[in-house]
């Protein structure tokens, strides 16, 4: 079946550090593929997507390549602020009638001063 | 993007009695709606996938008959935790599927249920 899997956390950067979350996917299909993030107590938000292969998803700094040939969405960002701790969520849909996202576990990420 | 509005966002009740928590597509038409359940520091369980105007799919362990869910329009779903229990307390979040293009789901920002 189809699968997400995130690196496990607590992930803990001092600010302005460089930030990568890892992302592996499997799939029957062929998948879009997204990036949400969850501040406390919140619901999802969604923060960056991506539909097909080599596409590149962006926001608010961060960023994630859809790689086909490693199955991976791997999350980026330059120079983490304190207001990004949150739990981000990798998480895939099948295009073309698939309704569910599969999501990963989820990647607690804390910035610190 | 796309806004989906969860109601209420906190609830307290008694036990036995019903709580309905709405989700609000809104502004967008949502043919398909989701709604999970989230355990502290874990990641979300889909519980049911609601579609317009026909019966809810529930997942495998789900009890239909105590999640109510109902899909009445293209911009709203209810769910209904009936007769709830203090186990039935959780973080509710509903979802919505936009379906114009993408295959892009929107969250609304989830509804904490506790029941005393």
């Known amino acids: 079946g189809d699968s997400v899997t995130q690196m496990e956390g607590p992930v803990t950067l001092s600010e302005e550090a460089f930030l990568t979350i890892n992302c592996t996917y499997t799939?029957?299909?062929?998948?879009?593929l997204f990036w949400y993030v969850q501040y406390p107590g919140e619901g999802l938000q969604l923060l960056l997507k991506?539909?097909?292969?080599?596409d590149k998803g962006s926001n608010k700094g961060f960023e994630a390549t859809y790689r086909k040939e490693t199955t991976s969405f791997h999350l980026e960002k330059g120079s983490v602020q304190v207001s990004d701790s949150a739990v981000y969520f990798c998480?895939?849909?099948?295009?073309?009638?698939?309704?569910?996202?599969?999501f990963g576990t989820g990647t607690q990420l804390k910035v610190e001063l | 993007g796309a806004v989906v509005s969860q109601h209420p966002s906190r609830v307290i009740c008694k036990s036995g009695t019903s709580v309905k928590i709405e989700c609000r597509s809104l502004d967008f038409q949502a043919t398909t709606m989701f709604w999970y359940r989230q355990f502290p520091k874990k990641s979300l369980m889909l519980m049911a996938t609601s579609n317009e105007g026909s019966k809810a799919t529930y997942e495998q362990g789900v009890e239909k008959d105590k999640f109510l869910i109902n899909h009445a329009s293209l911009t709203l779903s209810t769910l209904t935790v009936t007769s709830a229990h203090p186990e039935d307390s959780s973080f509710y979040i509903c979802?919505?599927?936009?379906?114009?293009?993408?295959?892009?789901?929107?969250f609304g920002e989830g509804s904490w249920l506790t029941v005393v």
């Open positions: 799939a029957t299909g062929y998948p879009s």
């Open positions: 998480a895939l849909i099948l295009t073309g009638g698939g309704n569910k996202l599969t």
């Open positions: 991506a539909t097909k292969a080599d």
């Open positions: 979802s919505a599927r936009e379906g114009t293009a993408g295959n892009t789901i929107y």
